[in-house]
């Protein structure tokens, strides 16, 4: 076998590491390179990492921590088969010790090293949340109702659908997800927005679950980069009528059953179902709900017609029969007094509204 000198250190050798023998070669060899001291800023209210001039979500501290000492790990372009090891350390909540370890194959032979850094955690406010503490919104969600105004719970329900909304897209990555604030009017309730795209989801939603529907309309708010700025008013229209109103609508009684672009209903002096628009239904007139209905003692039943008292005058009227009606004389049943007569209902329509 051919035998060379190491130029280095003098030493007898198979071959040689770029002029020099295989210990001289390692002992120079730098298989990583890392600083030791990083620093990194987080935000102090949503933890995001500010990283290549942009805030990003990635987790929680440690994670931020790990993923700025993997950015900041400098491994040699002859390592293959590399091998990192991290292991962190909270030294108190503004600095962190990791200790990194690397193995790797360097022109075939096994290669070790490990070295610590100390991060140094800075905690600030990201772009969003100074926004959203900024009062910044990118739409305005109106939620209104059709010929009346949204009810408590209706408002209620909206806020907490848009605030699920954020929270859920928020998790899936879109940052600008929050409600920046919400104002309340005597006609309904306006929700200022961070994102359009997650405003239009919120629409969405509130129309599937309240009914009714929603329009946007862009308003111009000025220039950015050369391009137009644009702010969209979202307008929710909850429907004029909900389930479990009476309406009087083309000479027939309607207890609405449930109420979204379709409105179904059935009709109480017949039995027979309905079904229209809310488009349609304008200008229908609302005579009761069905949370109106009282007991009152059937006196008689006839062939077409029922005799009960009437609930208020306690005088004996007629009423026609409804078409599903197994109650026997001297009994109460549930009816509901309007301004176009006494109607009977079916027992199990009263109990599900009490
Ligand atoms: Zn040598
Ligand atoms: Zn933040």
């Not at 130029?7 to 210990?23: I, M, N, Q, T, W």
């Not at 194959?105 to 090293?113: I, L, N, S, T």
């Not at 409600?179 to 309730?189: A, H, L, P, T």
């Not at 111009?220 to 479990?244: H, Q, S």
Request: some cysteine; glycine content about 6%.
């Amino acid at each position: 076998m051919n035998s060379v000198t190491c130029p280095k250190c003098g030493r007898e050798c198979d071959k040689l590491f770029d002029s020099v023998c295989k210990d001289c070669f390692f002992d120079t060899f730098k298989l990583f390179e890392l600083p030791l001291v990083l620093h990194v800023r987080i935000c102090s209210s949503c933890g995001a990492y500010f990283h290549k001039s942009r805030w990003e979500d990635i987790g929680n501290v440690e994670d931020v921590v790990l993923k700025a000492v993997e950015n900041a790990l400098l491994i040699h372009n002859e390592a293959g088969d590399v091998e990192v090891y991290f292991e962190p350390r909270e030294v108190t909540p503004y600095i962190y010790m990791v200790r990194a370890e690397v193995g790797a194959v360097v022109r075939g032979e096994p290669v070790h090293a490990e070295a610590e850094t100390e991060v140094r955690v800075q905690r600030t406010a990201c772009d969003i949340c100074s926004r959203e503490s900024g009062g910044y919104f990118e739409a305005i969600i109106q939620i209104r109702a059709a010929g009346r105004f949204p009810n408590e719970e209706e408002k209620k329900r909206s806020s907490s659908i848009a605030r699920e909304t954020m929270e859920s897209m928020r998790k899936k990555g879109d940052r600008l997800a929050f409600i920046s604030y919400v104002q309340e009017q005597k006609e309904g309730i306006d929700l200022y927005m961070g994102s359009m795209n997650a405003s239009r989801q919120v629409c969405r939603l509130i129309v599937s679950e309240l009914g009714g529907s929603f329009s946007e309309s862009p308003t111009l708010v000025g220039m950015k980069d050369g391009k137009n700025l644009y702010r969209i008013t979202f307008a929710v229209r909850l429907p004029e009528f909900r389930p479990g109103d009476v309406i009087r609508f083309r000479g027939r009684v309607i207890q609405i059953k449930s109420s979204g672009k379709k409105v179904n209903g059935i009709s109480l002096e017949d039995g027979s179902r309905f079904i229209s628009t809310s488009e349609e239904l304008k200008g229908a007139e609302k005579i009761a709900n069905i949370k109106d209905a009282v007991l009152t003692i059937l006196v008689s039943i006839e062939e077409n017609a029922i005799l009960v008292l009437d609930p208020v005058t306690y005088e004996t009227v007629a009423i026609k029969k409804p078409m599903s009606f197994n109650a026997e004389a001297g009994s109460e049943i549930p009816v509901l007094k309007t301004a176009y007569g006494i109607f009977a209902l079916a027992s199990s329509e009263t109990l599900k509204a009490k």
